[in-house]
Every structure is written in C-alpha cells, then in structure tokens.
C-alpha cells in the first residue's frame, strides 16, 4: 500500500513539474491583423474660390476617384448642358455601376465611365452616382453660374 501511495505521489508530482515547465515554456502567439484603411467620406470641388463639400457615395468609384486624386488634383473644364447639369471630361475612366436615377439638384455623377456631372436641376437616366454637395438649388446655381465652367477636384 506505501508503494502504490509513494508511486502516486511521484506520479502527481512529475505531472505538476510537467504542467509548470509546459506554462513557463508556453510563448504568447502575436497575431497581427491588417489594419483596413479608412477611406475619406469626402472630396471638395472649388469653383470660382468657392469651396463645395461632396459626400462621397460607398463605391468603387469613390475608391478609384480617391485614388487618382492621390496622384493630384483633377482640373475639369464643363460644359453647360440643357440647362439642368454641367459636364466635364475627365481625361480618363472609372468604373461604373449604372443604375437607372433621377438626379437632384446637388448630385455629383459618373456618366459613360469618363466624363463627371454637376446637377444643378434633375434628370433621369443611367447614371453612376459618385456624391452629393448638400447646398439649396439656388445657392448651387448661384455658384455655377451660367455657362461654361471650369473647377478643380481635390482632396
């Protein structure tokens, strides 16, 4: 009986100095995880020395707009179209994800992939929506002027 008592109690033992080496031996994991780069909500647009904010939509459009404005500020010469938007030709493409929209006063648009609407009244067709300036139809218009115009886009 002593032995099988002295045989447990060696046994308990070994198995506690297990336990403490195993504990003493154990390296902490590091898990790094990438942090996602948030990108910016918007973008200004200057017209005459006079600053727009444009709360950019959620898409990739946002993503590769921002991306091109990395690289500097896009300079747009636009033309007064039907009396409602004025169109500018990028000078390059984004992508697009049309959809069938009717514009407000304030809506910043992608159309046909290369060229950048500012509405200053509505409309309705196929259209990817890059943003909203969040001014009244007169102050826009206002602003706009009538005409030709030309503005920058920048960060």
């Known amino acids: ?9 060696i046994f308990i033992l070994i198995a506690v100095i297990v336990v403490i080496l195993l504990l003493q031996n154990k390296k ?3 898990v790094i995880e990438p942090v996602e780069q948030k990108l910016p909500e918007t ?3 200057i017209v005459n ?3 727009l904010i444009v ?3 959620d898409n990739r459009t946002k993503k590769a707009l921002l991306e091109k404005l990395d690289e500097g500020d896009i300079i747009i010469n ?3 179209y039907g009396d409602f938007e004025k169109v500018g030709d990028l000078g390059f493409s984004l992508p697009r994800s049309d959809k069938y929209t009717k514009t407000e006063p304030g809506d910043v648009i992608l159309y046909s ?3 950048i609407v500012l509405f200053y009244g509505t409309n309705t067709w196929n259209y990817t929506k890059i943003g909203k300036i969040n001014i009244t139809e007169e102050e826009l218009k206002s ?4 005409g030709d115009i030309t503005y920058t886009i920048t960060k």
């Open 49 to 51: 020395e006079t600053e």
């Open 43 to 45: 973008i200004k647009i």
């Open 1 to 9: 009986m002593k032995k099988v008592l002295i045989g447990i109690a």
């Open 55 to 57: 709360n950019l939509e």
């Open 113 to 115: 992939g290369n060229q």
């Open 78 to 80: 636009a033309q007064d």
């Open 28 to 30: 902490e994991e590091v």
């Open 143 to 146: 602003i706009l002027g009538e």
